[in-house]
């Protein structure tokens, strides 16, 4: 997961089949590690599927 945040960092407009073949794993799995992220407040989405992007959210405690 950390590897996805990292990669998303880099490529924000990265799409779902991209990381699937970056990472040499399903859709599936790459959706449902997004989900997981997101649902834990480490990544966000911003705007519609077409157009937006993803935002890893930096904590500074």
Do not use: C, H, M
Request: proline fraction near 2%; charge should be positive; avoid cysteine.
């Amino acid at each position: 997961e950390q590897k996805i945040l990292n990669y998303i960092k880099s490529n924000p407009r990265v799409t779902y089949e991209i990381l699937a073949e970056e990472f040499s794993v399903s859709t599936s799995t790459i959706k449902r590690n997004i989900a997981k992220l997101t649902k834990s407040g480490f990544l966000e989405r911003k705007g519609g599927k077409r157009y937006g992007y993803w935002e890893v959210v930096d904590f500074v405690e």
